[in-house]
């Protein structure tokens, strides 16, 4: 049995909230300028994959709360969604609808940013699912 690193797991502890936060820092700028879910959800599922080497996979599924397999579902509904809603105005799918007024912290909002979210959650989804399957085994 191999011994858990204490350095490994202080500093991953102290790595993990930061690169979550840089991940979705990445998946708002992304809209406008380069990143977006893709890349913001390869950080996160690395973060989390980082968690698992240091701390193994039942902390890693007890700090995500929920199935990778369930976010894979959801980021596909979010993604699909953003496209329908052009639908509903009598556009063509995946049409980008932007609210007037931009928000703070977060600037322009429209169906772009939702498809960039279903992006990110199917990316850490998918991610996640590989590499704790094959911890697994």
Not at 19 to 39: A, Q, T, W
Not at 53 to 78: F, H
């Amino acid at each position: 049995m191999i011994m858990p690193s204490l350095i490994l797991s202080v500093a991953v502890r102290s790595l993990l909230p930061l690169l979550l936060l840089f991940s979705v820092f990445l998946l708002i700028r992304g809209h406008n300028e380069p990143g977006g879910g893709f890349v913001g959800g390869l950080v996160a599922a690395a973060a989390f994959a980082l968690y698992a080497i240091a701390e193994g996979i039942a902390k890693v599924r007890q700090a995500l709360r929920v199935d990778p397999r369930t976010l894979i579902g959801a980021g596909l509904v979010v993604a699909l969604g953003s496209g329908l809603l052009s639908l509903l105005q009598g556009r063509p799918f995946m049409t980008g609808l932007w609210y007037q007024q931009p928000v703070p912290v977060l600037g322009k909002v429209g169906t772009p940013v939702l498809f960039d979210l279903g992006v990110y959650l199917v990316v850490v989804g998918i991610i996640l699912t590989i590499i704790l399957n094959l911890a697994e085994e």
